[in-house]
């Protein structure tokens, strides 16, 4: 008895020893936490998903973005956290394919906040930095468009950076009952995370600088009642890039961790303890993002409160105009 249960498969000669390295009352603790964060990433984001889509006043081009986003991180608390907290204390029993089919999943959505973090920066860039041009390049089709792109991006990156397995399931497993898949650490490192992070803080860089800029000038320009207008517009612009801003600082320091592992060079073992460790780590970001909201949004704030006291049901409530986005 206490054979089969250290071993996945006791039958097979090529079983996997049974995850035990937590004592049950430390493992109780820490299932316990991740299923809570779970509940907590899921709940949150389905607020954020709920207010934008419901909300006409909400619907603007820079608040689509976070739509997208809020779907990925709804997806990961739903989906990838569950999954993940079974795999670190259970053996895998549904087989190399289902293993390898699960990866397409996290490693998508992963891929698809990366892109929409850098669509955000670009948002921000061209409110800021191009004003005039914003109402036109930035319309709701085209980041309709965008997001579209950087969804079905992600999905293609993602068989392309797992194809050999898909092609060959289970070649990098070292024993049964295990789930892991190697990808190219290098690739995965700048594709996802060097050229998309370069671009963001590049970005952010001009946005800050032109953002510095334009507070100088309101203060020397406030004399007629057109100027007033034109400063109120401006500061809510400045206002907005850097609540998005601090979006973006979080997102750099959840997923630098993950990508420091691929730093060392050669493939990325996806399932091994210290890549999972490090990608939970980087889940929690879909935790954080909404928690940002409802600290520097007073729109998400009311919106909550309207949700939950079910007023989104009556009648009309999709033109409320009680929202206030600063």
């Known amino acids: 008895m206490p054979f089969e249960q250290e071993f996945c498969f006791p039958h097979l000669n090529s079983s996997c020893r049974r995850p035990n390295s937590h004592s049950q009352s430390q493992a109780a603790i820490i299932y316990t936490l991740l299923y809570i964060t779970a509940l907590v990433t899921t709940v949150l984001n389905l607020l954020v998903i709920i207010a934008i889509s419901h909300f006409r006043q909400l619907h603007s081009s820079t608040n689509f973005?976070?739509?997208?986003?809020?779907?990925?991180?709804?997806?990961?608390?739903?989906?990838?956290?569950?999954?993940?907290s079974l795999m670190s204390r259970t053996c895998w029993t549904l087989g190399d394919v289902i293993?390898?089919?699960?990866?397409?999943?996290?490693?998508?959505?992963?891929?698809?906040?990366?892109?929409?973090?850098?669509?955000i920066s670009v948002d921000r860039y061209i409110a800021i930095c191009d004003p005039l041009h914003y109402q036109t390049r930035m319309t709701i089709k085209i980041i309709g468009i965008s997001i579209s792109i950087c969804w079905l991006g992600s999905l293609l990156y993602t068989f392309c950076l797992m194809y050999e397995n898909f092609v060959e399931p289970g070649r990098h497993t070292s024993c049964r009952g295990e789930c892991v898949i190697s990808v190219s650490g290098e690739a995965d490192l700048v594709i996802v995370f060097i050229i998309p992070v370069g671009i963001i803080i590049v970005l952010y860089l001009r946005v800050f600088v032109v953002a510095v800029t334009q507070a100088r000038a309101m203060r020397c320009h406030i004399s007629s009642h057109q100027?007033?207008?034109?400063?109120?517009?401006?500061?809510?612009?400045?206002?907005?890039?850097?609540?998005?801003?601090?979006?973006?600082?979080?997102?750099?320091?959840c997923y630098s961790p993950y990508y420091c592992i691929s730093l060392t060079g050669g493939n990325l073992l996806i399932g091994s303890p210290t890549e999972m460790l490090m990608s939970f780590w980087m889940y929690c970001n879909s935790t954080l993002n909404p928690v940002i909201y409802s600290l520097f949004y007073p729109w998400f704030r009311k919106a909550i409160k309207l949700i939950v006291t079910l007023q989104i049901f009556k009648p009309g409530s999709c033109d409320l105009y009680e929202l206030e986005e600063n």
């Open 99 to 119: 293993c390898v089919a699960y990866y397409v999943i996290p490693v998508t959505l992963v891929s698809a906040s990366v892109g929409n973090m850098v669509l």
């Open 227 to 253: 100027n007033v207008v034109t400063i109120a517009a401006q500061k809510s612009e400045i206002k907005a890039a850097r609540n998005l801003g601090v979006v973006v600082v979080v997102f750099l320091i």
């Open 65 to 84: 973005i976070l739509l997208s986003l809020a779907v990925s991180d709804f997806l990961v608390g739903i989906v990838v956290f569950p999954v993940e």
